[in-house]
């Protein structure tokens, strides 16, 4: 009996643990992620987890108020664990997910804390509540003469199933199988509970667990995430490519529902971005010698200097399937023996790098996770500081952005104002979408109410001219001598 108890409470930690992780991951293709999305949801678990044992300490004298008699604990488990059961069925299901979201969207709730905060009362609040008056509950089962030695037992096996549902839900099972996988084995652990719970003539509530589990398969599938056009589902992107309506020789990749490469067979990259650079800053260098050492920070398709089998690349990403993803559904070819992929966080690598004297001739800033944001802790200064640390005197640091094309908003003017605070001469570019003509006079709309535009930044590594910050004034104007 006191097998079953510790197996209950060990997975009671597991599902709380997973499925908070899993809520983290889940929502970045529609909320992004940073340190507001992970407290937000943290919140949204530890906070119900603490009312749900308070809730399960004071079951019994709850059913002597009501006159309920001596309701069956087990029965209670039961329902606790099954009502979670559904409800987590649909908030860890991420076909149902896009429908979520897409429905906020169309009802006009586009600010992204708003969504998650409904995100977690409607598909977390609930369930972790429900869960958490799993240990007072089971302790019902305990002699009172052993209640204290009980309790360190029920709490250290509930945090190490919370431990279990850390590591290994995040290290192993999102890496080996996928998040939608890892989703439906906590739906699983879910199911077992109910059957571990539930008595021979409680038929129904097998069964239920029986049609969760099934639903839960089948909305998961690998089948049903090929049909969204996902390829990568893991711990750090959902990767989608599809073909563009140009025809099945362009190629588009989609990372946690943000467009971050496309690909035309022949051409390279069709965004008007990535061919400004080709143009201007690899075609000419693509016979240079000595050759030139190029690093790009954010992978996405690897199809920047597709061309060139010439010069040195880097690629750095945090997501090692992205290599793989990419040769077999975006280029449809092998990468060239001069590009290699190193798997870091890129701020990580060039910390690194400043640290060991590593310079390069051309550094690309291209990262991104998700809705247009960047990884807010590749926005600060210390962190250009680093790229700085490693140009090449002469060399190019390319900054790929999405921000205000008139500076409209905090983010754009704070984001430019970092980024002159390290690189004071530097060239700032508004790109047009592919297909399209800019028109200053009009915004440019990318969803969830913003105004934004392709902005590129364009710095040279000059150390003596970037002490020049001489300006002209009418006492002191020395035009005639500079020019």
């Not at 643990?17 to 983290?24: D, G, K, P, R, V």
């Not at 539930?198 to 089948?223: D, H, P």
């Not at 893991?234 to 990372?255: A, D």
Request: glycine share 8%.
């Amino acid at each position: 009996m006191q097998f079953l108890l510790f197996a209950v409470i060990l997975m009671e930690g597991y599902i709380v643990l997973a499925s908070e992780l899993l809520a983290i991951r889940l929502v970045l293709p529609w909320i992004g992620t940073g340190t507001d999305v992970i407290s937000i949801i943290i919140a949204a678990v530890l906070l119900p987890l603490a009312f749900g044992y308070h809730f399960g300490g004071t079951f019994r004298k709850r059913c002597r108020e009501k006159g309920l008699g001596h309701m069956s604990v087990r029965r209670k488990l039961l329902s606790n664990v099954t009502r979670s059961t559904l409800i987590l069925c649909v908030g860890l299901s991420y076909i149902l997910l896009e429908v979520f979201f897409g429905a906020l969207n169309n009802l006009g709730i586009e600010q992204r804390l708003l969504q998650l905060a409904i995100y977690c009362a409607v598909f977390l609040v609930y369930p972790v509540f429900l869960l958490g008056q799993t240990i007072p509950l089971v302790s019902h089962y305990f002699s009172s003469s052993a209640l204290s030695e009980m309790t360190g037992k029920m709490l250290s096996f509930s945090t190490l199933g919370s431990f279990l549902g850390s590591v290994f839900s995040s290290v192993v099972l999102m890496a080996v199988v996928g998040v939608h996988y890892t989703a439906v084995f906590v739906i699983f652990l879910l199911c077992v509970l109910i059957f571990l719970l539930a008595k021979k003539r409680q038929i129904a509530y097998m069964a239920t667990a029986a049609g969760a589990f099934v639903f839960m398969l089948a909305a998961n599938s690998g089948e049903q995430m090929r049909s969204l056009g996902i390829v990568s589902n893991n711990g750090y992107n959902t990767v989608q490519v599809f073909n563009s309506s140009k025809g099945e020789e362009t190629r588009l990749m989609l990372l946690n529902n943000n467009l971050s490469s496309s690909y035309k067979t022949g051409e390279g990259s069709i965004f008007n971005y990535a061919k400004l650079v080709r143009k201007y800053y690899l075609e000419p260098i693509a016979k240079a010698e000595p050759k030139k050492q190029i690093l790009v920070l954010g992978a996405a398709g690897f199809t920047l200097g597709d061309f060139d089998d010439h010069n040195d690349y880097l690629f750095v990403d945090v997501d090692p399937a992205l290599q793989k993803a990419a040769e077999d559904h975006l280029l449809l070819h092998k990468l060239g023996a001069n590009k290699k992929f190193a798997v870091i966080d890129a701020r990580a690598y060039v910390h690194q790098a400043a640290e060991r004297g590593e310079l390069y001739d051309m550094i690309v800033l291209d990262t991104f996770k998700a809705g247009f944001a960047m990884p807010e802790h590749l926005l600060t200064r210390e962190y250009f500081q680093d790229v700085k640390a490693a140009l090449k005197p002469g060399g190019f640091m390319i900054m790929n952005s999405i921000a205000s094309a008139h500076f409209e908003d905090d983010y754009t003017r704070r984001m430019d104002n970092t980024l002159r605070s390290v690189f004071p001469h530097l060239t700032r570019t508004v790109m047009p979408g592919s297909g399209e003509e800019f028109n200053g006079w009009e915004k440019t709309r990318l969803g969830r109410g913003m105004y934004i535009s392709n902005v590129i930044y364009i710095y040279r590594n000059d150390p003596a001219g970037d002490k020049d910050m001489a300006i002209y004034t009418d006492d002191k104007n020395t035009y005639f001598l500079d020019k």
